[in-house]
């Protein structure tokens, strides 16, 4: 007999109140640092250059310095450059945290309580604000923004189609898959799978060779992942050496893979 412990996730959304619906994509990864901010920004940029408005979002950011102004979030700050956004970095990240933890966890070592009302409203004033809005989530689906509130009842909340970010490298099939099975479990709109930092030249990411098998399992992890997981895989984004999230710059070969993909399709314009 199935006891408590058994009783599956239903992501249940209803006690929140409604958010406005947009138009735009949520970026969410696989785990943390697998490049979900990069990839959002990179989409941004493409839609602006398209001659599409864009506005980001972040629901809440942790590993912010404090500064003169206050805790500023660096992601968010990189998503406004690609954005070209004239935003308060503060209403684009409402809820900043210094420790590099997840947002629950921040909140409590620093005495709060994560304010879900500021974030709900900071959503709401990007309605009429953009034609488009790239939400970047924290850490993957199932992160903790609240200790009952996580990214996956915020991505059901905003209805946005889902952009996963993977890693290329071995490993990454099954932290997909299982991202994938829950986005599903929670009735997200999917639309694809970006892989990144695809290093098919068979170089680390200081020049130095990889393994045979590791360089099979990168070649080979983009059909898996589309196979299995019966996802499109959108873009394999390079490695590349020109990218740094903190000085905003994206570089060629990594906007040039994102570039390939009809984003205004996806969002369903």
């Not at 490049?35 to 920004?41: H, N, R, Y």
């Not at 979002?57 to 979030?73: H, I, N, W």
């Not at 360089?215 to 050496?241: F, H, S, W, Y």
Request: one cysteine or more; charged letters at 25%; hydrophobic letters at 45%.
């Amino acid at each position: 007999m199935k006891g408590p412990d058994h009783i599956p996730f239903d992501f249940d959304v209803s006690a929140y109140p409604p958010l406005p619906k947009l138009k735009g994509l949520l970026v969410t990864g696989t785990d943390t640092d697998v490049g979900k901010t990069l990839i959002a920004g990179a989409i941004a940029r493409n839609l602006r250059h398209s001659g599409r408005s864009v506005e980001v979002f972040k629901p809440a950011a942790t590993g912010c310095p404090r500064r003169r102004e206050g805790l500023v979030s660096e992601d968010a700050e990189f998503l406004a450059a690609c954005a070209d956004s004239r935003r308060m970095l503060s209403d684009i990240a409402p809820v900043r945290y210094v420790r590099a933890v997840a947002p629950n966890v921040a909140a409590s070592l620093s005495g709060e309580k994560v304010d879900l009302p500021t974030i709900f409203s900071a959503y709401e004033r990007l309605a009429g604000a953009a034609e488009v809005v790239i939400v970047e989530g924290v850490g993957g689906l199932l992160c903790p923004i609240s200790d009952d509130f996580w990214v996956i009842h915020f991505a059901r909340l905003i209805d946005l189609a889902v952009v996963i970010v993977a890693r290329a490298n071995l490993g990454t099939i099954n932290h997909t898959l299982l991202t994938l099975h829950a986005a599903r479990s929670a009735g997200l709109n999917l639309a694809g799978v970006v892989i990144n930092r695809f290093r098919e030249e068979g170089l680390g990411p200081n020049d130095e060779p990889i393994g045979d098998d590791e360089r099979m399992a990168m070649l080979t992890n983009p059909e898996q992942i589309a196979r299995c997981g019966k996802i499109k895989v959108l873009a394999r984004v390079p490695l590349d050496p020109e990218t740094s999230v903190p000085q905003a710059r994206i570089g060629e070969a990594v906007q040039m893979a994102i570039d390939g993909v009809n984003w205004m399709r996806l969002i369903g314009s």
